[in-house]
């Protein structure tokens, strides 16, 4: 069985997620015995792409048109489908990021493939093609098992290491026949926060809830989240009072998360709260209370004033980095 | 315009979660069942905004369940909308969900249909797409904005570390979450009408699954919090250094 792995790319600048995704189909390649071939919509640079095979890729199939350069649902699933029909690809995989989960099932739903949205291991595949995935907003795992022909894997960013292991690869243009019903979907403008690591990629993360009193007072969080290199996150009370910006927001009803480390400060740990962070790798609680529901979840913690805890948490972590 | 709203069945978000025979089915003793929030919250509520808005004439809800999703269906109801369809299925594979609700879009022809981000129980994200993919419509996802004007539409989403703005055209299939719409709960007047707003059962169009779960999984138990004292954050630091290597 051939994979096709569909890597998404920001204007030519391949993220993490790309190489997690390449190398989740190369290894489900070498167990199934087929060949891996990496597809890139829109523009990006040759080199860039040869270097796609030192994460696994044997090919690069790419599609250079402009009007690519930013995601559309419709059209790259038409671009999706032009390459597995060429390859023959009998698998797909993409990164569970915001174009893959939008992608994915649009395609699986055209090729009538079998979709396991949200992999966390590789397909067990002695007895069928079954693929392990997180349900219940983190509370349980399921063994999804695929009857169809063709199956769609979208990956839990942040799961999977990549590993570095080929050399280039070989890049070849694909063209795909697109016509203008294709393209209903028109870029406006983007609104992105610069120079920060987005939540959903983030390795590590601080987050601060009620106890945290005030918007003013987020100055420790902002020292502890730089001296860790984390991003800031928030219980849902905190962006509905708009003391931050609802994209911090975590939980069932905001972002999940699945960072290495989430450090928790002045939540309580809500079940809804949980179900947004609790595949975090470590969880550390720093609550005044220590009946708070979040000791329950966490790995390490401390009882104490988050506002005498917190500053000498930093000073610690500064002094263990040398910063 | 003719809004359909899709409305899925959940657990409640404090439900416990286990599992039954052999670990193949989710228990339901005991669980009470909600609107899947993401439904509730964004996508129905900001029909209504629209409606209200004077930018939709009609309101349908569907949901793809069996006779026991009447209850959840009317507690959508009781918030909003016109009336609702239940189609006779009961079934977790998003494509056979997602080719029943296609096929009642396709009968009804909605200029747009609105989805949560996901379900709870089962995470997909996946239903809206596959609507969307199944009948070659426009498809935004994880939509945090929705402005009507005409035939188009102007839609935020999520993207890594901020939102984008689209200027997209209908029909167009559109999965909502947060910052889409203001809460809001039901009132008494909205559960009266509710109670005789018509629910119709369709029967399901023959779609078969293309995945199952084969078996369920608790996560390993957390080992228990280890407790450290404000004094004692260089121990804390050297622990998630050193024990859990995640600094
Ligand atoms: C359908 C539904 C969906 C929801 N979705 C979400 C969601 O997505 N995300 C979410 O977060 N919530 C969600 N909630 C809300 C959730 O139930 C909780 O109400 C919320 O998580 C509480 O936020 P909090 O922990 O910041 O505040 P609180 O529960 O008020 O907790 C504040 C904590 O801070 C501690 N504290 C106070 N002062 C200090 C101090 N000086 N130092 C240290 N600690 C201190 C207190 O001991 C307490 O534990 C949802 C609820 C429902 C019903
Ligand atoms: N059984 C269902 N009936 C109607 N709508 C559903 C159903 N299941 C899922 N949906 C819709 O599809 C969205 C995504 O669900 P899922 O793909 O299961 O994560 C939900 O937020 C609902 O709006």
Redesign the pocket.
Known sequence: MSVLVFIDHNQGSFKKNAFEAINYGAQTAAKLGGTVTALVLGAANEADLAALGKYGAQQVLHVNDARLNHFNTKAYAKAVVAAVNQTGAQVLVCSANNNGKALAPYVAAQLKAGLVAGAVDYPQTDNGFTVKKSVFSGKAFAYVTVNADKKVITLTPNTFAPSEQGGAAAVNALSVDFSDADFGVKFVSENVVKGEVPLSEAERVVSG?????GPENWGILEDLAKAMDATLA?????ADAHWRPHHE??????GTIRPNLYVA?????????L??VNSSKTIVV????AE?P?FKAADYGVV????E?VPKLTEAVKKAKGL | MKILVCIAKAPD?TAKISFTDNDTKFNEAGVTFIIN?YDE?YALVRAIELKEAGLANEIHLVSVGGADTDAVIRKALALGGDSAFRIDAATNDPYTIGAQIADLVQKNGYDLVLTGKESIDYNNGAVGAVIAGILGYNYIGNASKLELSGAEATVSREIEGGEETLAVGLPLVVACQKGMAEPRIPNMRGIMAARTKPLTVVPAVDASALSSVTRYEMPPAKQGVKLFTVDQMDDLVAALINDAKVL
């Open positions: 809830g009620r106890g945290m009193k928030c219980s849902r009370p905190v927001h975590v939980g069932q009803t905001g400060v002045g939540i309580s740990g809500a079940i809804q709260h179900a947004g720093i609550n005044k209370d708070a979040f104490g004033d988050a506002f805890v | 978000t929030p919250m």
